[in-house]
């Protein structure tokens, strides 16, 4: 297996060439200092821990996984050790307020620093993951109490969190919850009910876990309309606000998963256990999606690190391993074969992983970026980067975590019969990837939110506008780039048409859509940045003939040339309507069953 090397130059390139960061800070109140000294010093601690600390821990994590027991769960071996280094870097309370005892920095640094991590060890990278949507919830929706008690803990790593919504009964339908919650009299509740699929939900690493918890006040009325958001301790507080006793909170057992085994991913039993309202009553739903929203844009940045995986795996192997002669002559004739690099489909899934890895490297960053905005702008800054998170984010999550399970899977590919075999862990990352299109909301739940929630309900009034927004960028990019985004981007705002017109029909023209429709977008917003990236290429390679540059503006020609055509089959699927999917009934779906 090929040693983990954070992508410094690539990171550096996307966020301070191509994203401008140091007029990015200086444009947000507080950031001014945040200069390109302190954020190198900041990547390059970072790239050192996940180099040399949690990459080797992967495998480990993979082989071990965790285990079950009546006293909780123990994490693979090294994970604990790892994370009290990570604690030790003061790495938790990066982007946190100083009030709770962070150092202030903007969220984008955060996620710098979290795909790092998530490349090095996923699993490992998933605890101090869920903690950060736990934080940013408290601090959004929590009274000061619950600040107070729970949140300087948190920002120090101490105890770590977790989002506990799915249930045996529901999965990504929130409208079958049964989790009930009472008052006590004393201001707390007792929440009562089963969770499942709760990631970091028990293990060994941290003092307290806590847990945030969807359930149902009596007398709430039904569906998602009724559901309010808890806190629920793992241990309660002692009156000095240290760990005293157990609350009554358990991990019933751990999911036997196809992937991320060094995570324990739990079903969390909860029997009266001592809990506290955050929000109001009722409207558990809106405070949660604080934490869901932070959730999906790490669960897309998940798409990126698994590409960059494959990448860095195949790139390794493919410049080493000798296997046939290049068609085009013997490249090696000193040797009984040519590198792999000589041939052209080798290339091609090179190309593909490397044009996917980079390109969602832009378009994460961007988005981290515009999270900034909406979190410390200008009141502008704010609505305008509020306005383009909601539009983009389920484009994001959904086609990021396709894209990087593409791109494991060809980097098994590369490898060839050596990709299936477990130590030179490529089907490993591949295993891994496959749950990042699954939570915070499948392929499919994204793609109706796209286009129902995001697209059509405001008439696709947000949408023309970043439509525009990248209109304005098309005189400043080189022919060979604007050229085909000028024609995609009007075809884009053409199939909005179509749909919104084909749902006025029948409202399943929009779900049978609307997969199609996500990978198109997704496949044009990533030639949005690649050719920002290939123009500012170019422009580069005039003053500094860099190999680096001279690949930016390959791939850049690569994306254009193999993979932005792809658009072209789902445009003709959205086109060829809903007939086909709703032509049979479900009781003819149950016949074909029986047979």
Known sequence: MADYKAPLRDIRFVFDELLGADEHYASLPGAEELNQELRDAILDEGAKFCEQTLAPLRRIGDEEGC????????????????????????????????????????????LLLSEMLGQANHAWSMYPGLSAGCRETLIEHGSEQLQKDYLMKLVSGDWTG??????????????FLRTKAEANGDGSYAVTGTKIFISSGEHDMSD???HIVLARLPDAPKGTKGISLFIVPKFNLAADGSVGERNTVSCGSLEHKMGIHGNATCVMNF?????FLVG??????????????????????????????ALQGAMSYALDREAGRSLTGKKSPDRPADKLIVHADVRRMLLTIRSFSEGCRAFIYYLSQQGDKALQGTEEQVKEASDLLALLTPIAKGFMTEVGLEAASHGVQVYGGHGYIREWGMEQNLRDARIATLYEGTTGIQSLDLLGRKIMSDGGANFGKFIAMIGADLEAMDDEFSEPLQKMIAEWTELVGFIGAQAGKSYDEIGSASVDFLMYSGYVVLAWFWGRMGTLANTKLAENDEVFYR?????????????LPRTASHKQTIEKGADSLMSLTDDDFEALAAI
């Open 67 to 110: 285990t079950w027991s009546e006293d909780g769960v123990t994490t693979p071996g090294g994970f604990a050790d790892a994370y009290q280094q990570f604690i030790d870097g003061g790495w938790p309370g990066l982007s946190m307020p100083e009030q709770f005892g962070g150092q202030g920095l903007p969220n984008s640094m955060d």
């Open 162 to 175: 977790t989002m506990c919504l799915t249930e045996p009964q529901g999965g990504s339908d929130l409208s």
């Open 208 to 210: 307290n876990i806590i």
């Open 271 to 275: 029997d009266g256990a001592k809990g």
């Open 280 to 309: 109001k009553e009722n409207e558990g739903l809106k405070c949660m999606f604080t934490f869901m929203n932070t959730a999906r844009i790490g669960t897309a940045m998940q798409g990126l690190n698994h590409a960059e995986v």
């Open 551 to 563: 690949g930016k503006v390959a791939t850049a020609r690569f994306y254009f040339d193999k993979i």
